[in-house]
């Protein structure tokens, strides 16, 4: 009798983990107060671009710390998530689940997320490859996982694209710098579940790509070929910049510091002497390098204290 209770008590306290991620989607703590996607075929690749501006909110009043989830079509690819609100440029580690008609990014962010504080990301992706050439259809699937007040979707027509078709039939809201048309749709009130597919086709006699990858950054994704996410070449640059930079530091403390006992003396003498020396420009401006590095992250405090009485013994 004994074991048969242990194992209806084991039986039941599996089957209230397995409804526990139900409740916890039906009743998430977070919520979307906006969203915008622009669905952009064939924009860089023979893909569809998907880019994504996101803004949660926590509702409750206690600090959230759980995973995020969002949906995405099934099959994506060079799947990326960004933290707009920091200006850490890294990429989140994102967990792609699969939930029958559809997949499901998950993500972990970086910091607690407080009561009623906006948490902004941008998430992107590509799926669907398209026929080269031809008749070509798609259709642009997204069913909300959490309460949503408005949802924006601007579809952007290929540039040498023909007969360009959509259902629903979105509204045509112009047509940007580039050449490319775009259509909008606006919705509001989505409540988990609710879903929203957008079927389109046109024909196209060309198989490339509406714009070309830049050939010196050919890493970068389509979001940063069109203003969004992707390395940019300065995020590339400045932390070159200041590698080098720490690598002369490093150098001059090592060659300096075999010589070290020859000059200390002299440098205790002749400080007091030198107070009202001209000001050093290059040292300035090192110093003033130095601490930009501290305030973006690059180096600790400790490094940039290190660092700074180093520069100051070389430029005194």
Known sequence: MKKNLLLFTAFLFIMLLQA??????????????????SVMPEYDTADVLVLNTINFINTTDQPFSGEIRFPVPKRTTNNIVKETATNNDNHLAVRVEDRGDYSEFVWQPTQSIQPNVAYPVHLEFYYNPLPGTG??????????????????????????AQNFKMEPVGQLLGQDNAGFKVYGFNFTGLKPG?????????????????????????????AGASGGGGMSTAAIAIPLVA?????????????????????????????GKDSGKPFNSKLAK??????????????????YHELLMDIEEEYS
């Open 194 to 222: 609710d879903k929203k597919d957008i079927k389109i086709s046109y024909t196209k006699n060309d198989p490339n790509p509406s714009m070309q990858k830049p050939a010196a950054n050919s890493g970068q994704t389509g």
């Open 135 to 160: 008749n070509k259809e798609f259709t642009y699937f997204y069913k909300n996982s959490m309460n949503t007040d408005s949802m924006k979707i601007n579809l952007q027509q290929p540039l040498t």
């Open 243 to 271: 590698l080098v930079f720490l690598g002369v530091i490093i150098a001059v403390k090592a060659t300096g510091s075999r010589e070290t006992h020859r000059y200390n003396g002299r440098k205790r003498e002749t400080k």
């Open 20 to 37: 526990a991620p139900v409740w916890a989607e039906k009743d998430s703590p977070v919520k979307i107060s906006n969203l915008e996607v």
């Open 286 to 303: 090192e110093k003033k390098r130095l601490r930009q590095m501290l305030l973006n992250g690059e180096i600790s405090e400790e490094t």
